[in-house]
């Protein structure tokens, strides 16, 4: 069987790893259990119903989940800069200001919104 690039579960097990969330976490927000989990990310689909539910727990649209895109994270991650102070080096400082995967995870949203946007 080989993989497709729309796995559900997969999504959701990076989305959850990129916000440094583990499994347990993620079930006790959803009200089950750690297994529960672990099935939900090895399953390629997933009802609307219960991607409302994780979408809910991660603290993201159900979109996010459905146009999450490795490649799309990779690119943000390693184009982003922060120029909060300069000092003497491109990319990230070694000090942060702010959190690095919530700007991340705040950035991929408001690209899936500017695609949104550009499709209408």
Same mark, same amino acid.
């Given at each position: ?6 796995? #559900?579960?997969?999504?959701? $097990? ?5 916000? $440094? #969330?583990? !499994?347990? @976490?993620?079930?006790? =927000? #959803? $009200?089950?259990? !750690? !297994?529960?989990?672990?099935? #939900? ?7 609307? %119903? =219960? &991607?409302? !539910?994780?979408?809910?727990? /991660?603290?993201? +649209?159900? @979109?996010?989940? %459905?146009?999450? +895109? %490795? @490649?799309?994270?990779?690119? /943000?991650?390693?184009?982003? =800069?922060? *120029?909060?102070? *300069?000092?003497?080096? *491109? ?15 705040? /950035?991929?949203?408001?690209? &899936?919104?500017? @695609? ?5």
């Amino acid at each position: 069987m080989t993989p497709t690039k729309n796995h #559900m579960g997969r999504k959701i $097990g990076r989305i959850r790893e990129i916000k $440094g #969330m583990k !499994q347990e @976490e993620l079930a006790q =927000k #959803m $009200g089950t259990n !750690q !297994q529960a989990i672990s099935a #939900m990310e090895n399953n390629e689909t997933i009802s609307d %119903e =219960k &991607l409302a !539910q994780v979408a809910e727990a /991660l603290d993201i +649209s159900p @979109e996010a989940i %459905e146009n999450f +895109s %490795e @490649e799309r994270v990779n690119n /943000l991650f390693f184009t982003f =800069k922060d *120029n909060s102070s *300069n000092n003497g080096h *491109n990319g990230f400082n070694s000090i942060f200001h702010f959190n690095p995967i919530d700007k991340i995870v705040e /950035l991929y949203e408001r690209l &899936l919104e500017a @695609e949104k946007r550009t499709k209408n």
